[in-house]
């Protein structure tokens, strides 16, 4: 399905900003990893350690840094693009051969589309096969809504944001523009609010809404619910992996990065430029400052005030190790004081 | 998109149970926090910690109980609501105003919804644009089915039911009244049984359903799968947060709440009224009595037996710290046997 | 909606390769646990905890290993159906009655259903209401895309292979033969890969695929993000249960098994024969080799070469003890060192 793309280095080093080495008028076709690239291939380095692999690559084209063309100049035969920051140079390139994979197109509102009449879609806007646009939403230029996704009533999707096949935009919710939200993604489902009432829980209804901003990207089945009475709110830039769980009320701020599984409960703040890694749980009402980082399968059971990296987890041994150490674990208590008597 | 609904304090009294101080004709249209209510909004306090926030509100309307009452009567400007349980009556309260939200619907049964013929459908049932309702299905009365979600072959959906947009529901299941499913929910799909057979894993075939009781609410992205030979069963007034994994045969006892992105495996029995916590995992083929808590981030590998506040888990620390701390966990036992040999 | 099945105890151990014991042409309608077994069912067991059960059970037939029928042969009153592995012939079993249960089905092709004219359609394909064949995929014999479901652009599904309602298939995706997809489940979205940049986070378009062998089963709202640059491999015979993440250019070897909830961050790879627990995290860039167990709610933080049994975590206990034994956690390696101290 991907037909043939083909560049001249000379055109790709515009693209990322990079200097050319050796021949610019080299046919680029592919874009590959240092192992498996080809003749036709363009590929990068980030880091000495594939030095090895640069040295042997059979790749016609490397986006690399000055330092590493230094070592290599004398030998390489293939062309160099030459840059301080080659893995942004790769995450460049990679768009102008994904653009090339989707060119092919199918028209852009199909006829099994459900939009509601008072819907406004703006130009330029694509809907897929039995996507459903509720009344009062609104489609800004460029948007692309997936086949089988659900835009509810009143929602604003931003000017060239993309909503994947089979994800759901419940009522009320704003996104901004640029953002890519994924398959099986669900921005605005309840809040997870209930007061114990006479006959068991009693719900309290979700009045907030989620509001996103621009160039943010929501992973696969990642979800956000919709504030109780404020809203959720999800700032410019920011990017969540898959199996995200956003509890209601929650903010997170600027282009803050979060990885797989990780779950944030209700009314907790996030800071701006943070990195939190995956499957790590958050527990609610509490606030994260800016710049933290949280390494994976963290438990973060109280507020970050100071920037660093933080950690928790009990890491990997074998079974029979494990028991031994768990069953102390539990004693642990006991074994401190005993310490301490010894000490006196 | 939200119209404003108006009602006096004393009506609002009325529905809550509590009883008014002040003017009760004061008109209220809209419900909002302590921190952010202006004039118009009706708030409510929970918590002395807030006694503050209270005495500087903006608000038109206060509940509250009647401890607070007395502290700030003499000088609030506010007409205040008193009753035992403000929070019960701030639950009750969000009810007006979501109502009022959904009020302008689309037709009862879309034209692009997929209804089976043989599918049963009570009175004042809506179902939405491309939904999917299979061959004898039962909708009771009053049910609500969004758009683009699926209900299989035979499934029953009690009175009153909302299963909200791009939900599924497979054949065979039974959701009791009243209940609400979120989007991308999924009930009924296979549990996870496999023989180790000569090429490899026999798949089982699940022959058992999903049965949920009345006033149960199922979160974002949950899913509940169908039993082996029995049923996989959700007692009444059970509230499930999102990612929720409920394994085939798991018992959930009445009134039982699950926070979010906790992990049931399968055969286990959890009872009613407990409290368990986010980011949870919970071993298979184990019991967990009546009203036990369990705190976020636990890993339950053991049945228990006693009601009670039950936790585990490394809680988070600088990177640093927990890279030598870590170290040491893995000679815990070791560590435990040299402090008993010091104190012989 | 189960019609009864019936078969005779002797077709019934032709089917799972068993001896009769008994009485062959005993009429069988229906396969139940032995607690709940009536006249009528067949039922098995796999351990002798359950002997007592046995000796009282209603069943009419039980599949049981050659150790246990001599124990109770004088006295049973039902059919012995006699194997080494009865929980595989359970196994067996079981597909006779899922078979018969979804025998009435819709027509082959939905005419809700919206298929693209370059799509290929093999024989025996069935296609459910609002189900999306996008252009140029290609469905093999017998394929069943369940209500709802989305097939991607040129993506391929084999022969004999079940997507369910609402699952997700995005572009380019080869799914083998014989593979059950979940519903919710979403296959081929873009891995998260992302450089910093100038502006903030810029998107790695990710130009791998995913690739999934024959036999494979992939549980509800389970994700299997698309490669990099390479593909995503998920082998032969795999079984991955619910709300499971498999990151971009993870390597998945033959008849591994892994439970519910566990996320893989990018790149790792995990061998063959691996049975991985709930709730385990696994990061990136790692090697797990083949035939390694790793029990429930562990935190794989490093490569495992050797095959064996692995664990980490930190086992529940009463919170009040958890809160002190926890507070001792971070200071682990000061005591360590207090100990060195005494010991010299």
């Known amino acids: 399905m991907s037909n043939a793309a083909s560049f001249k280095c000379s055109e790709l080093a515009e693209v990322i900003g990079a200097e050319v080495k050796g021949d610019g008028n080299t046919e680029i ?87 509601a009449e008072t819907a406004v879609v703006a130009d330029d806007v694509s809907i897929g096969a039995n996507a459903i646009v509720d009344a009062e939403a609104l489609l800004g230029k460029g948007a692309v809504i997936g086949a089988g996704a659900y835009i509810g009533h009143g929602t604003i999707v931003g000017e060239g944001t993309t909503i994947h096949p089979n994800a759901t935009i419940l009522h009320g919710c704003v996104i901004g ?65 898959n199996h995200i ?15 797989g599984c990780t779950g944030i409960a209700g009314s907790t703040t996030i800071g701006a ?16 400052c800016d710049n933290v980082l949280i390494t994976a399968n963290s438990f973060v059971n109280r507020s970050v005030v100071e920037p660093g990296s933080y950690s928790s987890g009990f890491p990997l041994e074998p079974s029979s190790q494990w028991r031994k150490n768990a069953v102390r674990l539990h004693r642990l208590d006991e074994l401190s004081r005993q310490v301490g008597k010894l000490k006196s």
């Open 29 to 115: 076709t592919s874009i590959a990893s240092i192992d498996t690239a080809t003749c036709g291939c363009i590929t990068f380095i980030s880091s000495v350690k594939y030095l090895d692999a640069l040295q042997s690559t059979c790749a016609s084209a490397v986006v690399l840094a000055p330092a590493m063309e230094n070592i290599i100049a004398s030998t390489a035969e293939f062309t160099r693009l030459v840059m301080d920051n080659p893995y942004l140079g790769y995450a460049k390139l990679t768009r102008l051969w994904a653009v090339h994979e989707s060119n092919n197109q199918s028209p852009p509102i199909h006829h099994t589309a459900s939009v």
């Open 177 to 241: 523009n640029d953002c890519e939200i994924h398959s099986g993604a669900v921005i605005g489902a309840d809040g997870f609010g209930f007061a114990p009432g006479e006959q068991g829980w009693e719900k309290i209804y979700q009045l907030g809404t989620v509001t996103i901003g621009d160039r943010v990207s929501v992973g696969a089945c990642t979800t956000i619910d919709r504030g109780a009475l404020e809203n959720t709110v999800i700032s410019d830039g920011v990017i969540l992996d």
């Open 245 to 259: 769980q956003v509890a209601h009320n929650v903010t997170i701020g600027k282009n803050t990065a979060i990885a």
């Open 273 to 288: 430029g943070c990195r939190i890694g995956g499957a790590v749980s958050i527990v609610g009402h509490i606030s994260i």
